[in-house]
């Protein structure tokens, strides 16, 4: 999950030294590219045709949403969504690198509506933007460059709509206080409740009123329960028996089921180290057995971000590392990818394990999914910004 990396990354260390494809490739038992001969294909100046698949497992068969029969997208940050001349560009030249999907952020990580709405509970907590964008203009805007909005929504980290309808919120110590993920007079902010009903029930009406304003795909993002300080303390009434697994998978399914209603599908976000079989994230169910796609993040960034060994080289080497990745995700079962792919230079990488990434670089990537009978992806830049 993009917005959840910073508060779980520590974790992985231990799961990616373990892993041994993973630990060769971090340890440098990979080699990188020859700059005579790159490893990778040259970028295509359109979507032309993928490379020879490979023998490896076939992909479960998605289903898709008319006119998008596979999401090729590219994210959009909330003040470029909101500026229709910026917004027009990106889709132009996204258009023209075969993109044929814009994700923005329907809510955001605290709650936020990003998109216009008169959902009662959201206007209740207040939780609507000012400056919230009308999905149905960005539908309209999109299509004139054969594109579709897609929207990324955070399910349970929503500190807003839990702040104003405690009923919906996690409690503190099995008492009617609302729990909070940190000291309240440190920031600590509430969650809701994975097993209230009428969280569940808020999130997919908002899911439900994407797709029905054009979103021909929803990311649910923290579909999980909170992992921060003091979630020892955190309680979430009558479980009615279930598991964290198995409240979250029934969540999904009716997430999943209601979107097929409307036409629009559903991915599920999740960090890739999670689908390589880690142990310790109960708190994240277990995304490996939805039916539905998977969102993961398999950034080269994100896997540089171990700080344990001096030989670390994900980034420079990013087709290596995405074909590393996904074989080890596939390695218990073929999944339904769609990788959020790295399209800009992350500045929190040191210098002597980080580049400048091109269009090479992020095409490098897009060749290695194509490899695999990967078609799906998502180009991620935090700013917006992309080397077309």
């Known amino acids: 999950m993009l917005g959840m990396v910073a508060l779980v990354v520590v974790l992985f ?11 060769d490739l971090l340890t440098g038992q990979i080699p990188a590219p020859s700059q005579a001969e790159p490893s990778q294909a040259e970028p295509s100046q359109s979507a032309a ?31 470029l969504m909101r ?3 910026r917004l027009e560009e990106l889709a132009r030249s996204a258009s023209a690198a075969g993109c044929n999907a814009v994700l923005f ?18 206007t209740a907590a207040e939780a609507v933007d000012p400056a919230a964008v009308d999905l149905e203009q960005v539908s309209a805007l999109l299509a004139r460059y054969q594109m579709k909005p897609a929207v990324r ?5 929503d500190h807003l709509a839990s702040a104003a309808d405690s009923d919906m919120a996690v409690k503190y110590n099995g008492q009617e206080l609302t729990w909070l993920d940190n000291y309240a007079n440190q920031g600590g902010r509430p969650w809701l409740n994975p097993y209230s009903k009428a969280a569940q029930d808020y999130n997919i009406a908002l899911a439900l009123e994407c797709a029905q304003k054009g979103a021909a795909l929803v990311v649910a993002d923290s579909v999980q329960f909170p992992n921060t300080i003091g979630k020892e303390l955190a309680t979430y009434g009558d479980t009615g028996g279930k598991s964290r697994a198995q409240v979250l998978g029934e969540f999904v399914q009716r997430l999943d089921q209601a979107l097929a209603g ?16 880690q142990e310790g994230f109960d708190y994240l169910g277990e995304p490996g057995a939805y039916q539905c796609a998977i969102a993961v993040n398999i950034m080269p960034s994100f896997f540089a971000k ?18 590393t990745a996904v074989k080890g995700i596939n390695e218990g079962g073929a999944k339904a990818l769609i990788p959020y792919v790295q399209a800009y230079t992350d500045a929190d990488i040191p210098a002597d394990k980080n580049k400048q990434y091109t269009k090479e670089d ?27």
């Open 13 to 23: 260390i231990v799961g990616w030294y373990v892993y041994p494809p993973v630990y």
């Open 49 to 79: 045709e993928p490379p020879a698949a490979s023998s490896e497992p076939e992909l479960p068969e998605q289903s898709a949403a008319p006119g998008l029969t596979e999401v090729r997208a590219v994210y959009a940050p909330a003040d």
């Open 83 to 85: 500026d229709s001349a």
């Open 105 to 122: 952020d329907g809510k955001d990580d605290t709650g936020r509506v990003l998109f216009r709405t008169a959902n009662e509970i959201a």
């Open 153 to 157: 929504l955070h399910v349970y980290q």
């Open 262 to 277: 409307e036409q629009s599908r559903l991915a599920v976000a999740t960090p890739g180290t999670v689908l390589l079989g």
């Open 306 to 323: 171990q700080p344990s060994s001096s030989a670390l080289a994900p980034v420079m080497n990013p087709g290596d590392t995405v074909t």
């Open 362 to 388: 992020v095409q490098a990537q897009i060749d290695a999914l194509a490899v695999l009978g990967v078609k799906e992806y998502i180009l991620y830049s935090p700013q917006g910004t992309y080397p077309w």
